[in-house]
């Protein structure tokens, strides 16, 4: 998940970013900030439901830095949806 920016979609496609978000938006249907951020959400659901890492440990996999994890720590409940989650997924909770 790391590099996964639009400056480096730019580089790589040689249009201006306007050019390139005009075209990403017309063909997908959405901005590349939201398609990024669509695939990031994506690998972190992947990484909580099929397997034990922590919030912490999920965060920088998914391409979030630490912001996953300031967001756990202000919630008391996000613990125990990652725990609902996990258990509808298959996975146990190991602390």
Same mark, same amino acid.
């Given at each position: 998940?790391?590099?996964l920016e639009i400056s480096t979609l730019v580089a790589a496609s &040689? @249009?201006?970013?306007?050019?390139?978000e005009d075209r990403f938006r017309r063909a997908v249907g959405r901005s590349i900030q939201d398609d990024i951020l669509h695939v &990031? @959400?994506?690998?972190a659901r992947r990484l909580i439901t099929t397997t034990d890492l922590s919030v912490k440990q999920i965060?920088?996999?998914s391409g979030?830095?630490?912001?996953?994890?300031?967001v756990r720590s202000g919630k008391r409940e996000t613990r125990t949806r990652l725990r609902r989650r996990r258990?509808?997924?298959g996975v146990v909770w190991c602390r």
């Open positions: 998940m790391k590099g &040689r @249009l201006s970013r306007w050019q390139l &990031r @959400l994506g690998e965060a920088p996999r979030f830095g630490v912001f996953l994890d300031g258990s509808n997924a």
